[in-house]
C-alpha cells in the first residue's frame, strides 16, 4: 500500500515564526500536493509539484512557499506565520491525478 | 474555487439503513471521484466514475454519475456505524489537480 508520511501530526507555532511541514511518500509518485481545510471551507489547493524542484500555485498560496529537492518528498514552508494559518494542513501524492493517496495530516495551531 | 458542491451537509441514519449523498458541479469534467475522511484523519479514495459511465458498484458502495445535470450520487447501502465519517466528492480540473466539495458528515447510529 502507498504511505505518505506526514512529519508532525499536531504543531503548535507562534506569530512570526518559519514553519516546515513535511511530506514524504512511498510509491514514486510524480505528482504531490498540499491542501488545508477549514470547517465550512473544505479543501483547498495551495501548491502541487508534478515533479522534482517543479512547483505551481494551487488556488490559495499566498504565504506559502515550497520545495521539491527530491521525488519522495514536498515541503511546505510559512515564510512567517500567522494566525489565519492555523488549519489543518493535508499532503496526498498520486501517479495520476484518479486517485490521490492523503497523508494523516497535521493539525497547525499558530498563537 | 470549488466546483463539486455536497448535499445534505449532514446526514444521521441508524444502522442498516442506506445512506446517499448528492454532489454537484459547474463545469464539464473527466472524471468524479469520492473520498472519506473519518474525523480529524486524511482522505481515503473510494471509488471514481468516468464522465462516459453511468453508474459504478464497489462493494457497498454506488455511484451514479448524471453530466447533463452535472451531479452525482453516492449511495451506502446497509449502512454501519464504521461509515461514520465525512464524504468528499472530487473533480478533475485544470492542470490535473482536485477540487473538493465541502463534504457531507454521516453518522450511523447502531
Known amino acids: 500500500d502507498v504511505k505518505v508520511t506526514q512529519s508532525s501530526r499536531y504543531l503548535v507555532k507562534r506569530t512570526g515564526e518559519k514553519v516546515f511541514l513535511e511530506c514524504v511518500q512511498d510509491?514514486?509518485?510524480?505528482?504531490m500536493f498540499w491542501y488545508r481545510q477549514d470547517p465550512g471551507l473544505g479543501l483547498r489547493l495551495i501548491y502541487f509539484?508534478?515533479?522534482?524542484?517543479?512547483?505551481e500555485k494551487g488556488d490559495i498560496p499566498e504565504g506559502y512557499s515550497v520545495s521539491r529537492e527530491k521525488k519522495e518528498r514536498f515541503s511546505l514552508i510559512l515564510e512567517s506565520a500567522s494566525t489565519n494559518q492555523t488549519s489543518m494542513y493535508l499532503c496526498?501524492?498520486?501517479?495520476?491525478?484518479?486517485?490521490?493517496?492523503f497523508g494523516s495530516g497535521t493539525q497547525l495551531s499558530v498563537l | 474555487s470549488q466546483q463539486g458542491e455536497e448535499d445534505p451537509q449532514a446526514l444521521s441514519i441508524q444502522e442498516g439503513e442506506n445512506a446517499t449523498m448528492n454532489c454537484s458541479y459547474k463545469?464539464?469534467?473527466?472524471?468524479l471521484q469520492w473520498y472519506r475522511q473519518n474525523s480529524g484523519r486524511g482522505l481515503v479514495h473510494l471509488i471514481l466514475?468516468?464522465?462516459?459511465?453511468r453508474e459504478k458498484h464497489s462493494g457497498r458502495l454506488r455511484v451514479t454519475l448524471d453530466t447533463s445535470k452535472k451531479s452525482s450520487s453516492l449511495l451506502i447501502t446497509a449502512s454501519r456505524a464504521a461509515d461514520t465519517a465525512s464524504y468528499f466528492c472530487?473533480?478533475?480540473?485544470?492542470?490535473?489537480?482536485?477540487?473538493f466539495g465541502k463534504g457531507t458528515m454521516l453518522l450511523v447510529s447502531p
Open positions: 509539484s508534478y515533479d522534482v524542484k517543479m512547483k
Open positions: 466514475i468516468r464522465s462516459n459511465e
Open positions: 463545469t464539464s469534467i473527466n472524471n
Open positions: 472530487a473533480t478533475d480540473r485544470r492542470y490535473s489537480t482536485l477540487t
Open positions: 496526498a501524492s498520486s501517479y495520476r491525478v484518479e486517485k490521490l493517496f
Open positions: 510509491m514514486d509518485h510524480e505528482n
